[in-house]
């Protein structure tokens, strides 16, 4: 958990780079170096391969039993979890900070469990509650507009409603996805179905929108090592990798579980922001963050599940 807890709170700090590098590579009059296309063609891919690759021999032998019923639960988990839900997250960071964006993902927690508790009639934690009251005020608190007057340039702290629009989209995209997946694991099927195929069927979405809007040009003249450094390296390192780090967490913590450990990638996120983009941190975010915190702290630290869970695209 604390490895998936590393990985994926870099994830938006690493996205906002490649994006601010992106943009300045279009102003001096580069082709455009990124966009939610063609960075998640790639780290679909990569994860797809390799995932489809390792339970191959499963995939083998389920996928002429396939059921109709199961066909129709993995086409929603790619679309929630690995179209949709990535899609959302990486609009959303376009144009937000990464503390917004952060905070604002905080709300797969409680999206998550609702979903749980409403489609497979998972029981919520008795502190769950509580537990979204403070959520939901240190998201107040750290989103209150005082904090836009602490927070002059050089980062707009104005919170965009676009942006907003696709922060809540993703938040019920990654929250639905991880009910799909919990099903899916019930019904036996393995990471090569759940993950592999999944991710390959994003990564072919993601390639015919990139030739639709921007053409072949999109991939011909990303330089080689944007490629194979930096979105080769966000492929494996954080996709695969916390991907890889999630299966075992499903393994061993329940839906909700999984959902409040995770919210402490908001630790990682807002030190990386301030450290690598130099995003200011001032009182009314460290005040919200801290009181998500205390809310994921009161979570049940006893609760187990069998073995039987698989990953589903990480929030």
């Keep these: 958990m604390a490895l998936f807890i590393l990985l994926r709170g870099s994830d938006s700090t690493l996205l906002k780079f490649l994006q601010q590098t992106g943009e300045a590579t279009h102003a001096a009059g580069g082709p455009e ?6 960075v998640f063609f790639f780290s679909s891919l990569v994860t797809g391969l390799v995932l489809l690759l390792a339970n191959r021999q499963n995939v083998q032998s389920q996928l ?27 609009l ?7 503390v917004q964006q952060t905070l604002l993902f905080s709300l797969t927690v409680p999206a998550t469990a609702l979903l749980a508790r409403l489609l497979l009639k998972e029981p919520l934690p008795r502190t769950f509650a509580p537990s979204v009251v403070l959520l939901s005020t240190g998201l107040l608190l750290a989103m209150h507009p005082a904090m836009a007057g602490a927070m002059a340039a050089p980062v707009d702290a104005h919170l965009d409603p ?3 629009f696709w922060a809540l989209l993703g938040v019920g995209a990654f929250g639905f996805s991880s009910v799909v997946n ?26 015919v929108i990139a030739l639709l809007l ?6 011909i003249y990303l330089r080689s090592w944007w490629v194979l450094g930096v979105i080769g390296g966000y492929a494996l390192v954080i996709s695969l990798g ?3 780090s999630l299966m075992q967490c499903y393994r061993r913590l329940s839906v909700v579980q999984v959902s409040l450990w ?14 690598v983009l130099d995003e200011p941190l001032h009182w009314p975010a460290l005040v919200g963050a801290a009181l998500i915190l205390v809310a994921i702290g009161l979570q049940p630290w006893n609760s187990r599940v069998h073995g039987d869970d698989r990953p589903g695209q990480a929030p």
């Excluded at 170096?33 to 063609?38: D, T």
């Excluded at 988990?77 to 179209?83: A, D, E, L």
């Excluded at 921007?214 to 991939?219: A, C, E, V, Y």
């Design 33 to 38: 170096a990124i966009s939610f296309c063609n």
């Design 64 to 90: 002429p039993l396939l059921s109709h019923q199961n066909r129709w639960l993995l086409v929603l988990q790619s679309f929630s979890g690995f179209f949709l839900g990535p899609m959302a997250f990486f």
């Design 92 to 98: 959303a960071l376009a144009r937000l900070t990464v």
């Design 162 to 164: 676009r942006g907003l």
């Design 182 to 207: 919990r099903l899916t694991g019930q019904r036996g099927l393995g990471v090569g179905f759940t993950v592999g195929i999944s991710s390959l069927a994003a990564s072919v979405a993601f390639a």
């Design 214 to 219: 921007f053409g072949p040009s999109h991939f």
């Design 242 to 244: 916390s991907q890889w």
């Design 262 to 275: 995770a919210s402490l990638t908001i630790v990682v996120s807002l030190a990386e922001a301030h450290l």
